[in-house]
């Protein structure tokens, strides 16, 4: 699809969701909140509201004599032992596959990590000077650094539809042969957001082969890898056995923003191939922060704690339940199997949006603002909202009784 025209390099804060969303409410009086909530009642962003156990701060203070150095390049030795026995507990993965340092890098973020792992993994010379660009793969709806990652690095995005009937998730079957050839990069993000579908292992072994035999990277956003409903989401590093034990054309991401209601921490890390690694970290020395040593030592701490990751996850658990018994299956409501945003069938999302606030002082995302229309003018997201339930039982059971009435 012509992309340039939707997304550019010189104004991608205009592409931005919130950007568009405020535009589309700052002008409209808000309306009174729900009882109970105070106004307006932003559920458009995805962002914790909940917070890290109390020793982050113990941490980071009893490493207060570090902040005078530089974060250590890929990340302190245990900070990167600490990820790597998580991935060990989280994931089924054959011992001595991922040596902490060498297949683990440091990152402030997915966020970070998958927009420099865009700049790394996009060629920047072409075969022949008039050969078309590369291509980074995105499912449509997407998180919206993929899309300026991908313009920033002068790859064209080409996205991939999902729907209620292809459950949410790209089918990769479906591309044509001439996109995969031109393929640098595929990402795909598990569970996703906004609708908390999930790839089963078939899936993710799939995706992985095709990227081997076309030889694309695949970056595999799992921020929301431990906020499930039922059971524990597959991660690529789950079928890395399946498909020989090698980490090639693999990389996966990770945080403690979801996991750790620690979004403000900047805390994260990548784990994959080797050369990927090496080549993520070269442009983060060029162009990112890095980690400061304080943050990695209250991130070692979380990531080798799972029991706060528990109550995090139950938190989330209850507000679908609740979202259940006020919702039911309208607007095609069920509960996801991860992630912890509804994405509601209204119809026309910039309308419900509007009428939300209008009426309710509710904010809530439309869901064409998270994704781009094809060439025939269809775009996936347009009938949806997007709601995050990321406030206290009683807000969300409130909140969402005042959008059933609404809409
Ligand atoms: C799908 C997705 N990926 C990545 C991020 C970035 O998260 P962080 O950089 O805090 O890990 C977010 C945050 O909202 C997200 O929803």
Not at 113 to 118: K, M, V
Not at 242 to 257: A, C, I, P
Not at 288 to 299: F, I, K, S, T, Y
Not at 346 to 352: I, Q, R, S, T
Request: proline content about 8%; glycine content about 8%.
């Amino acid at each position: 699809m012509e992309l340039h025209n939707v997304i550019d390099r010189q104004n991608l804060q205009a592409f931005h969701p919130f950007t568009r969303l405020r535009s589309l409410l700052d002008n409209i009086p808000a309306g009174p909140a729900p009882r109970g909530a105070s106004a307006p009642l932003a559920l458009s962003i995805g962002e914790p509201k909940g917070q890290p156990p109390a020793f982050v701060a113990e941490e980071i203070a009893a490493n207060a004599g570090e902040w005078s150095r530089y974060p250590p390049g890929r990340g302190s030795t245990v900070y990167l032992e600490a990820c790597t026995a998580w991935l060990q507990r989280r994931y089924e993965i054959p011992a001595g596959i991922i040596d902490p340092q060498r297949h683990v890098l440091a990152l402030p973020g997915t966020r970070e990590g998958l927009f420099f792992a865009t700049m790394a993994t996009v060629p920047q010379t072409a075969e022949t000077p008039d050969a078309p660009p590369p291509v980074v793969l995105i499912p449509n709806p997407f998180y919206h650094v993929y899309a300026g990652a991908a313009v920033a690095a002068g790859a064209e995005p080409v996205f991939l539809p999902t729907s209620s009937e292809t459950g949410f998730l790209p089918d990769y079957q479906a591309v044509p042969e001439e996109i995969l050839k031109r393929t640098a990069l595929c990402i795909l993000c598990s569970p996703s957001n906004p609708q908390g579908a999930a790839a089963n292992r078939r899936q993710l072994a799939d995706l992985l082969t095709l990227a081997r035999k076309h030889d694309f990277v695949v970056a595999f956003d799992e921020c929301y890898a431990e906020i499930y409903t039922r059971t524990p989401p597959a991660g690529a590093l789950d079928v890395v056995d399946q498909l020989g034990g090698s980490l090639d054309n693999l990389l996966v991401f990770h945080s403690l923003s979801k996991r750790s209601n620690a979004a403000g921490l900047r805390c994260g890390f990548a784990a994959g191939n080797e050369k990927l690694i090496n080549a993520l970290n070269a442009i983060m020395l060029v162009g990112g922060a890095g980690v400061p040593l304080p943050v990695m030592a209250a991130g070692t701490r979380l990531w080798r704690d799972d029991t706060h990751v528990e109550a995090i996850r139950a938190f989330y658990q209850a507000n679908f339940e609740i979202a259940q018994q006020v919702l039911g299956n309208r607007f095609g409501f069920s509960i996801p199997d991860g992630g912890f945003f509804l994405w509601l069938d209204v119809g026309d999302g910039e309308a419900a949006a509007k009428r939300l606030w209008q009426e309710a002082g509710i904010r809530v995302l439309p869901g064409a603002y998270m994704s781009v229309a094809d060439n025939e003018g269809y775009n996936p997201g347009a009938k949806y909202i997007r709601i995050a339930l990321v406030f206290d039982a009683e807000v969300t059971k409130a909140a969402l009784g005042r959008i059933a009435e609404i809409l």
